[in-house]
């Protein structure tokens, strides 16, 4: 399994010579697997340079695509608007969500609807299916997607990819306990070889205003990582306005509470 980051900051794309060194883009990761299926999970402005490399690819054939979606928050579906192979014959699209398969199609076409956009998301050329996230464990190839639900506003999901003993878990958007850890999440991350989670926030800022925004802190993540042995933490949902500089003191942080910790940048891979 190799999986590419290609968005990383929450809640709105930034850009400035102070945030080149884990980029401006909102969230988008990709997952290629063994069997080369295709996995996107979310499509913040990080999905329209992934789709920008699938359209460069020579001789590609229909490829299938499984665009995997934790909610609908506009930092995480912005990026669909210009992704290429919506676009294209050449792709198929099948969208996943929690919501059964004609609301996702509605809520996607609301973002490309009426006066918001001169394309109607129907209209596109790529093939499309619509699928609803099934409460239990499901396939894609080989892979093994399980998923639960998230402390977040209009609610969001995490995921965790099993394939060959070799897992990630992505929980992109959440906010944690007010006493404790979030022990249902522990339970999920259990011995996960990458461990991706929210740290919008420092504990400063959090405690500062914050709560009840439904974004976490690196140190939650530490704590939940210690616990559930994970082997990586890779902290993710960057807020727009830290700089890189100060996500670096952040990571140095956090080394010191999970030694096994590392900072999402765009553009980096991870092969598990």
């Known amino acids: 399994m190799e999986i590419t980051f290609w968005g990383v900051r929450g809640s709105s794309p930034v850009c400035g010579k102070n945030m080149v060194e884990y980029g401006g883009h909102t969230p988008c990761a990709s997952l290629l697997t063994s069997e080369k299926h295709l996995i996107i999970l979310d499509a913040g402005t990080g999905i329209i340079p992934l789709g920008e490399t699938l359209m460069e690819e020579k001789n590609r054939k229909k490829m299938p695509i499984h665009l995997i979606l934790t909610h609908f928050h506009i930092d995480h579906t912005l990026g669909l608007l210009f992704f290429a192979p919506l676009y294209s014959k050449k792709f198929e699209i099948s969208f996943y969500s929690p919501l059964k398969p004609k ?52 609610g969001s999901l995490a995921y965790r990819f099993d394939e060959k003993e070799k897992s990630a878990v992505f929980a992109t958007d959440t906010e944690h306990p007010e006493k404790g850890v979030d022990k249902p999440l522990v339970s999920f991350a259990r011995k996960a070889d990458v461990f991706v989670y929210d740290s919008t926030f420092t504990p400063e800022e959090y405690h500062q205003g914050k709560k009840g925004w439904g974004h976490s802190t690196w140190l939650e993540g530490t704590r939940i990582a210690r616990q559930a042995e994970v082997k990586k933490l890779v902290l993710s949902h960057f807020n727009p306005s830290h700089s890189d500089e100060k996500i670096n003191v952040i990571i140095k942080k956090a080394r010191k509470k999970f030694q096994e910790t590392y900072g999402a940048k765009q553009g980096l891979t991870l092969r598990l």
Request: net charge neutral.
């Open 103 to 154: 609301e996702t199609q509605k809520m996607l076409g609301t973002l490309m609807g009426g006066r918001f956009f001169p394309v109607d998301f129907n209209e596109t050329e790529s093939k499309k299916h619509f699928k609803q996230v099934p409460s239990e464990d499901f396939n894609i190839g080989n892979v093994l997607i399980s998923h639960r639900p998230l402390h977040h506003p209009q």
